[in-house]
T-cell receptor
Framework: AQKITQTQPGMFVQEKEAVTLDCTYD???????LFWYKQPSSGEMIFLIY??????QNATEGRYSLNFQKARKSANLVISASQLGDSAMYFC???????????????FGGGTRLMVKP | DTGVSQDPRHKITKRGQNVTFRCDPI?????LYWYRQTLGQGPEFLTY????????KSRLLSDRFSAERPKGSFSTLEIQRTEQGDSAMYLC?????????????FGPGTRLTVT
């Protein structure tokens, strides 16, 4: 079974500053992927960044980076230079990675609401 | 290039009625997923298709729920005899069958309200 925990229900950040959103996970799968999604008020889930459990380097995508600490089972999202448009719900998720017909369904955390102040 | 689309975007129905939602995945994606998201929670997995085969079903998917993907393209999710507890956002996602990365692309969702 997989479990994702996001302990920050809400966060404020000043525009142009960096912010870290916490995510811890638990799994018995030997190989897994960690994902972050953004959900604005419109409701659509937007894929942001991916980290594989065997990747040696932390993933980066533009202003997003994933601080992956495997021993601590954490996969925190760092957003640099926050913008007003970053205000949204952010979900951490994981799936097992298997090269077969398994579903690789995502298990999501409860989310963190980020509010960017002008 | 179009993303995942879902229809309708909103549905209000009376308790006991049947409802059906449609999902059109990204055209080359062979995997399709349904999730349910209640207010203030993260999405929860319901079911998964690889091409036309339904390969996984969550225990959340009671016998009132049925999903199909008849030709391996669009999918439908039907809820029979709706209950107030079925009120939620129903999200569809699709992905391409690749070896390493299975990022899923989500549609805008169908928000169901059961009165």
């Amino acid at each position: 079974a997989q479990k994702i925990t996001q302990t920050q229900p809400g966060m404020f950040v000043q525009e142009k500053e960096a912010v870290t959103l916490d995510c811890t996970y638990d799994t018995s799968d030997p190989s897994y992927g960690l994902f972050w999604y953004k959900q604005p008020s419109s409701g659509e889930m937007i894929f942001l960044i991916y980290q594989g459990s065997y990747d040696q380097q932390n993933a980066t995508e533009g202003r997003y980076s994933l601080n992956f600490q495997k021993a601590r089972k954490s996969a925190n999202l760092v957003i640099s230079a926050s913008q007003l448009g970053d205000s949204a719900m952010y979900f951490c998720a994981m799936s097992a990675l298997m090269n077969n017909n398994a579903g690789n369904m995502l298990t999501f955390g409860g989310g963190t609401r980020l509010m960017v102040k002008p | 290039d179009t993303g995942v689309s879902q229809d309708p975007r909103h549905k209000i129905t009376k308790r006991g009625q049947n409802v059906t939602f449609r999902c059109d995945p990204i055209s080359e994606h062979n995997r399709l997923y349904w999730y349910r998201q209640t207010l203030g929670q993260g999405p929860e997995f319901l079911t998964y298709f690889q091409n036309e085969a339904q390969l996984e079903k969550s225990r959340l998917l009671s016998d009132r729920f049925s999903a199909e993907r008849p030709k391996g393209s669009f999918s439908t999710l039907e809820i029979q005899r709706t209950e107030q507890g079925d009120s939620a956002m129903y999200l569809c996602a699709s992905s391409l069958d690749r070896v390493i990365v299975y990022e899923q692309y989500f549609g805008p969702g169908t928000r169901l309200t059961v009165t």
